[in-house]
């Protein structure tokens, strides 16, 4: 069993950044593959970017590449969203999730595990 408790949205203006940590309590947390979903108001959650128990594989959705970076620290069982010029469109509640395998890529259903949720607002 993994818990994950994200943290760092907030609002922010267009062309900003923010930082999002999502922090992992439970198993040995390298074994798991992470990614990022965002759930928009009256969108279905999409995915954003994953990343493989080891760090070696990453995979972003179209919008957010050259912007958004996945990074996860082993040692400190956490992982990181830093977005960068950000857009109105990125607002939305940023998931963080968890997969009992080394990679999970986009595949929404293989993740089992999920945390709450954190806002992230961008003002035009």
């Known amino acids: 069993q993994v818990q994950l408790v994200e943290s760092g949205g907030g609002l922010v203006q267009a062309g900003g950044s923010l930082r999002l940590s999502c922090a992992a309590f439970?198993?040995?947390?390298?074994?798991?593959?992470v990614g990022w979903f965002r759930q928009a108001p009256g969108k279905e959650r999409e995915f954003v970017a994953a990343r493989s128990g080891s760090g070696g594989t990453t995979y972003y959705t179209d919008s957010v590449k050259g912007r958004f970076t996945i990074s996860r620290d082993n040692d400190k069982n956490t992982v990181y969203l830093q977005m960068n010029s950000l857009k109105p469109e990125d607002a939305a509640v940023y998931y963080c999730?968890?997969?009992?395998?080394?990679?999970?890529?986009?595949?929404?259903?293989?993740?089992?595990?999920w945390g709450q949720g954190t806002q992230v607002t961008v003002s035009s």
């Open positions: 999730a968890a997969c009992a395998r080394e990679y999970c890529g986009n595949y929404y259903y293989l993740y089992a595990y």
């Open positions: 439970g198993r040995t947390f390298s074994r798991y593959g």
